[in-house]
């Protein structure tokens, strides 16, 4: 069974205080791991698929990177705009089998 | 914003009434999600559809049907709504299932009473 666990479930970050949210996950053949941000009452919006370890993706602050077993979301030097919960999810490779969701890492950048 | 809409936006209903929550695309695109989200649990994969007439279920789908008659519609059923379907609902598209994961709707906040 494929499984996805984030970590921390909340974090409070200072504006301008760097740090990174953790997911890790099992999966029998990775096709693609994906970042997502939620903002309360809304739907959770794309960030970034990884694909292979070693890959690293970058938007504004955020910087996804992944291992063969976790990938990590760093954020630099967030601003109080960067609040939110943060969502990893996991598709396995085999056919186009649905995406597979942590329970995400909320946010808060206080300034 | 992507052409995705869901209806209704929110809905408060009786233990035991029939609800069908909708979802509706105007990308074309082949594949359709319903997930539910809860406090503690995160997004769990109730259905989906991968063409008309064309679903399979998801780790969550007891008490729940649907129904993809055409591309752009993808309806969620509860036969007969019980308070642990009280949560909010996500539908979600893919054209291919890869490379930008998923574009999902604004959500139907259910609340059974």
């Known amino acids: 069974e494929d499984q996805v666990t984030q970590s921390p479930e909340a974090l409070r970050l200072q504006e301008g205080e760097s740090s990174s949210l953790n997911c890790s996950y099992t999966v029998s053949g990775l096709r693609g791991l994906f970042w997502y941000r939620q903002d309360p009452g809304k739907g959770p919006e794309f960030l970034f698929t990884?694909?292979?370890a070693g890959e690293e993706k970058e938007k504004e602050r955020l910087k996804a990177t992944l291992t063969k077993k976790e990938s990590f979301l760093h954020i630099t030097a967030p601003k109080p705009e960067d609040s939110a919960t943060y969502l990893c999810?996991?598709?396995?490779?085999?056919?186009?089998?649905?995406?597979?969701f942590g329970k995400g890492t909320r946010l808060s950048v206080i300034a | 914003d992507a052409g995705i809409t869901q209806s209704p936006r929110h809905k408060v209903t009786e233990t035991g009434t029939p609800v069908t929550l909708r979802c509706h695309q105007t990308?074309?695109?082949?594949?359709m999600y319903w997930y539910r989200q809860d406090p503690g649990h995160g997004l769990r994969l109730i259905h989906y559809s991968y063409g008309v007439k064309d679903t399979d279920k998801g780790e969550v789908s007891d008490g729940y049907s649907v129904s993809r008659s055409k591309t752009e519609d993808f309806l969620l059923t509860l036969e007969s709504a019980t308070s642990s379907q009280t949560s909010v609902y996500f539908c979600?598209?893919?054209?291919?299932?890869?490379?930008?994961?998923?574009?999902f709707g604004s959500g139907t906040r259910l609340t059974v009473v």
């Open positions: 990308e074309n695109h082949r594949y």
């Open positions: 990884l694909y292979s």
């Open positions: 979600a598209i893919s054209e291919t299932g890869t490379a930008y994961g998923y574009t």
């Open positions: 999810a996991v598709q396995r490779n085999s056919g186009n089998t649905p995406l597979v």
